[in-house]
């Protein structure tokens, strides 16, 4: 079975600083990883996705993500936080399965970001 | 281009009512997902269809709950005699394939709210 943990509920960071929203993950085989954005009474908006190829993943917005195998991680970043970033971020994660029955996200259960001036 | 569409965007429901709830997929997309956002419960998956492939329904909690995609495009999950616990966001998502690497774009979701 797959799954995501993201250990913080809620993460704290003045405007202009950086800011880490961490996610482990636990799959069988090699896995893909997704982040998400969700803002207020919106639905998940895909940022930015690691498949294979350079452990480091630019996305939209700004946001990388580095890909870390032995530590089973995917934490997001960004080198200076803006206060429209307040949202709920969600990673996900797939594992490949030649018998394609492992096509669903499995998601953590979301850091809710604020970004403060 | 247009993204996914759901409708409603909110659902208030007496107990024991059965609720329809509607998505329509980025066109051309042949994968479409339905999940469920509880509070404090993140997303959980529920159906997943690709094609003319049997649907995976491996996420359905009970059998109130069923879902069809017809002509490979609209799709309609269907919740039968509702119980308070099935108060959620429903969000659904498309994506070109179901292959392991494609992301999936997501509706606004239905709010749905059992009375």
């Known amino acids: 079975a797959q799954s995501v943990a993201q250990p913080e509920d809620q993460v704290n960071v003045a405007e202009g600083n950086p800011l880490t929203v961490k996610c482990t993950y636990s799959?069988?085989?090699?896995?893909?990883l997704f982040w998400y954005v969700q803002y207020p009474n919106r639905g998940l908006q895909f940022l930015l996705k690691?498949?294979?190829?350079?452990?480091l993943v630019k996305g939209s917005y700004g946001f990388e993500a580095e890909f870390n195998k032995s530590q089973t991680s995917f934490h997001l970043k960004k080198p200076s936080a803006l206060v429209s970033d307040s949202a709920l971020y969600f990673c996900?994660?797939?594992?490949?399965?030649?018998?394609?029955?492992?096509?669903?996200?499995?998601f953590g259960t979301g850091t809710q970001l604020k970004v403060e001036l | 281009g247009a993204g996914v569409s759901q409708s409603p965007s909110n659902k208030v429901t007496e107990k024991g009512k059965d609720v329809e709830l509607r998505c329509d997929p980025i066109?051309?997309?042949?994968?479409l997902y339905w999940y469920r956002q509880s509070l404090g419960q993140g997303l959980e998956f529920l159906i997943y269809?690709?094609?003319?492939?049997?649907?995976?329904k491996s996420g359905l909690p009970s059998d109130r709950f069923s879902a069809e995609r017809t002509g490979g495009s609209v799709s309609t999950l269907t919740i039968q005699r509702t119980q308070q616990e099935d108060s959620a966001v429903y969000l659904c998502?498309?994506?070109?394939?179901?292959?392991?690497?494609?992301?999936?774009?997501f509706g606004p979701g239905t709010r749905l709210t059992v009375t």
């Open positions: 998502a498309s994506s070109s394939s179901a292959g392991t690497y494609y992301e999936q774009y």
């Open positions: 799959v069988s085989g090699n896995p893909y």
């Open positions: 690691y498949i294979t190829g350079d452990n």
């Open positions: 996900a994660v797939r594992a490949f399965s030649i018998t394609g029955g492992g096509n669903k996200l499995t």
């Open positions: 066109s051309g997309h042949t994968a």
């Open positions: 269809f690709q094609g003319n492939s049997a649907p995976d």
